[in-house]
């Protein structure tokens, strides 16, 4: 039995003419702990809708997904998920932004500052612990996002295009960052991009995503043995995988217009 | 300084404006006072402290009205916000009571509390009480989502989400109600006055009227504006304050 598994899942929406869109089908995914999973696909390929139901935040229209052996059910700390617009509370500091989670817990003022303190100085924004969110650039807003979610200490972490607002190089270093933080705490991570370069960078295995309807097309392991060298040969060769199992998908397409 | 030269200017054209207007209808002093009679009677008004006094107790009125309007408002409207199916059931009513002038209710007002004190305090509170409550309904409703997914990951459960999360987050759109409410209530304040209290702003003018001193009457009118104008420019500020905390732009438009 594997950490997670996504057995037989689909989701369908009813859009607003009332046809039916089906986000997901039949999808069909195992996931180890302490792997680094990427969802990549274009827009529309579900792999958002993928993340939410792992996440708790939506439920399959049929099959069934589950974490350690339990069905999905709500949304909890042992699961926290990181959004593209950051989430934020821009009324709060950064410090009791990261404090957030840990307010729920049984766990004196004093401890909770130490703790928000050290996931701070984790992602190196202990300086700015007064400060308001808005104050901060976009990188800088993610990364306290990234605290606050390490600081419940949750066994996976969900990240829903974390990096897709933020410029090419604050993108790059970010992604370092948590690729390193990542595998230093030894979380669980589910990575959804639209980024190719960004999936070969951080996954353990990529998961290929296709729309219409939303489908794992194929699963590329991703074996670089930690080294994360961007310009190095077996980067470009995996890249190379990748884009491939993308074009096929385009010449199966242009059959249809002939 | 280019704001003084701005005030400068428009209050040198209104001198003008009127003090030709007074000469070209040659109406008597009683009737129309000039800039200059206006002046006198201002300074009448503040050496004999019936300006000081009226301003206080209209300002001690309206910031009861008022504040007890908006506390009242975001509370029902943050709960009817969250509670779509219950709003679809009051949306109608107040629909139908928002259109209507707080001066209209004002027999059955006094029916219900008597002149004095009660019927410039029960207006203003209905002035400001609709603007706001729609305001905060509305903003509730179209709050961002990623809040809520927020809210859930973290263990914040209901009702605790109200106020912890669903508030503070729409709180910059509500400050816009309070904002448009502060000005419609300022308006509805010498209304209410008029219905039996004996003193305020509102009692001022009716006084100056029953008098014949149009200078007082003037001076009670440009009175009125100067400290509405205030008051909406410490609301302003204190929403553009806001807006920025939160990391928002301010919605631009003439007001």
């Known amino acids: 039995m594997s950490y997670i598994t996504v057995k037989d899942v689909s989701r369908q929406f009813r859009r607003n003419g009332g046809e039916e869109f089906t986000a997901l089908d039949h999808v069909n995914l195992t996931v180890e702990q302490g792997e680094f999973i990427c969802l990549l696909g274009p827009s529309g390929c579900g792999k958002s809708t993928l993340l939410n139901i792992l996440a708790g935040f939506e439920q399959a229209s049929s099959g069934q997904a589950s974490i350690d052996g339990k069905p999905v059910g709500k949304p909890n700390l042992k699961y926290v998920t990181i959004f593209q617009n950051y989430g934020l509370l821009p009324w709060r500091t950064v410090e009791k932004n990261v404090e957030l989670g840990l307010e729920g817990k049984d766990i004196p003022t004093a401890k909770r500052q130490e703790i928000a303190m050290h996931y701070l100085k984790l992602v190196g924004l202990e300086k700015f612990a007064q400060s308001h969110p808005a104050e901060l650039s976009g990188g800088m807003q993610q990364r306290v996002a990234i605290a606050r979610a390490l600081a419940v200490n949750p066994d996976i972490l969900f990240m829903d295009e974390p990096f897709a607002a933020l410029d090419a190089l604050t993108r790059m270093k970010l992604q370092d960052e948590i690729s390193a933080i990542c595998r ?6 589910i990575f959804v991009t639209h980024d190719i370069d960004e999936a070969v960078v951080l996954a353990d295995r990529i998961a290929v995503m296709t729309p219409n309807p939303g489908r794992i097309k194929t699963i590329i392991p991703v074996d670089l043995h930690g080294k994360r ?10 890249r190379d995988k990748v884009f491939s199992a993308f074009a096929l998908k385009q010449e199966d397409a242009t059959e249809y217009y002939i | 300084m280019e704001k003084i030269k701005h005030i400068g200017g428009s209050l040198l054209v209104l001198a003008i404006l009127w003090q030709s207007l007074a000469l070209a209808g040659g109406w008597n002093e009683a009737l129309f006072p000039s800039p200059w009679g206006t002046l006198k009677g201002l300074g009448e008004l503040l050496s004999e402290g019936v300006l000081a006094t009226d301003i206080g107790a209209s300002l001690g009125r309206f910031f009861l009205g008022y504040v007890s309007a908006v506390v009242l408002a975001m509370a029902l409207g943050l709960v009817l916000g969250w509670y779509r199916s219950l709003w679809n059931y009051i949306n109608p009513l107040a629909q139908v009571l928002r259109p209507v002038s707080p001066v209209a209710w004002l027999p059955f007002i006094v029916l219900f509390f008597g002149i004095g004190e009660m019927p410039a305090l029960v207006i203003i509170f209905i002035a400001a009480f609709f603007p706001v409550l729609l305001a905060t309904v509305s903003a509730v409703q179209e709050m961002e989502p990623v809040y809520l997914k927020v809210a859930r990951n973290f263990g914040i459960g209901q009702p605790e989400i109200l106020g912890k999360i669903v508030f503070p987050a729409v709180f910059p759109r509500i400050a816009t109600g309070l904002h448009l409410a502060l000005g419609t209530a300022w308006v509805f304040l010498v209304a209410g006055e008029m219905a039996g209290a004996q003193s305020g702003l509102g009692f001022l003018i009716i006084d100056a009227r029953n008098n014949l001193r149009a200078d007082w009457l003037m001076a009670a009118i440009l009175t009125i ?25 301010k919605r631009s438009g003439v007001s």
């Open chain 2, 225 to 249: 504006g100067v400290l509405g104008l205030l008051l909406d420019g410490g609301v302003r500020l204190l929403e553009g304050r806001i807006y920025r905390l939160w990391g928002l732009k």
């Open chain 1, 184 to 189: 230093e705490e030894k979380k669980t991570i």
């Open chain 1, 229 to 238: 060298d961007r310009t190095c040969h077996d980067f470009l060769h995996i």
